[in-house]
């Protein structure tokens, strides 16, 4: 199994521009969030997801949007890309049926927004 | 609300004494806790859950943490640090109930140093 994989590593915007990271997960896990992580902040929690179909907005939503079609893919899109938006992006994932729902990582796409 | 909180931005330990990774936490219910590592330019790491019973924790690479409920800590430890433990390190609850998302309230990371 590959786990989580996220693309790209590395992306330099400007100002404005839109671009999609994208996730995927061959884990068949139902559960899927994405997070972004600041220095300092820890990780924080943008959008997730609990199946096909179903999103809803984590603790910093605003610039960004989800969707989910498939069980394995849940990119995310930043509509008009700011200063502000610049972080690493991680996808995880967990399964409903483990209670404890640990979450497993992808290994991040570091944003550069100028 | 629920909330993480790592009191220490740093940790400096010498390699081979014992090391502690400060968290406490405020939950409503009972808490699902857990700890992540975090080495450089890497995703997180899973090592270790709270979810019931026995309140010291055994997971990865020799870590252990424990769980105080009279205290609200979950405090990661390990008897005898290495260099490569030198990693940032990450408390975290899950935020509701286990068909919700298991979506994970974080706390600001601890950045562990071990030195020869």
């Known amino acids: 199994n590959a786990g989580v994989t996220q693309t790209p590593k590395f992306q330099v915007l400007k100002t404005g521009q839109s671009m999609t990271l994208q996730c995927a997960q061959d884990?068949?896990?139902?559960?899927m969030s994405w997070y972004r992580q600041d220095p300092g902040m820890g990780l924080r929690l943008i959008h997730y997801?609990?199946?096909?179909?179903?999103?809803d907005q984590g603790e910093v939503p605003n610039g960004y949007n989800v969707s989910r079609s498939t069980t394995e893919d849940f990119p995310l899109r930043l509509l008009s890309a700011a200063p502000s938006q610049t972080s690493v992006y991680f996808c995880?994932?967990?399964?409903?049926?483990?209670?404890?729902?640990?979450?497993?990582f992808g290994p991040g796409t570091r944003l550069t927004v100028l | 609300a629920q909330s993480v909180a790592q009191p220490e931005d740093q940790v400096n330990v010498a390699e081979g004494n014992p090391l502690t990774v400060k968290c406490t936490y405020s939950?409503?219910?009972?808490?699902?806790l857990f700890w992540y590592v975090q080495y450089p330019n890497r995703g997180l790491q899973f090592l270790l859950k709270y979810i019931t019973g026995d309140n010291l924790v055994k997971g990865s690479y020799g870590f252990e943490a424990e769980f105080n409920k009279s205290q609200t800590s979950f405090h990661l430890k390990k008897p005898s640090a290495l260099v490569s433990d030198s990693a940032l390190y990450f408390c975290a609850v899950r935020d509701g109930g286990y068909n919700q998302g298991g979506k994970l309230i974080f706390g600001q990371g601890t950045e562990l140093s071990v030195k020869p």
């Open positions: 884990m068949n896990h139902e559960y």
């Open positions: 997801s609990v199946g096909a179909g179903i999103t």
């Open positions: 995880a994932s967990s399964s409903r049926v483990r209670r404890s729902n640990e979450q497993f």
């Open positions: 939950v409503s219910g009972n808490p699902y």
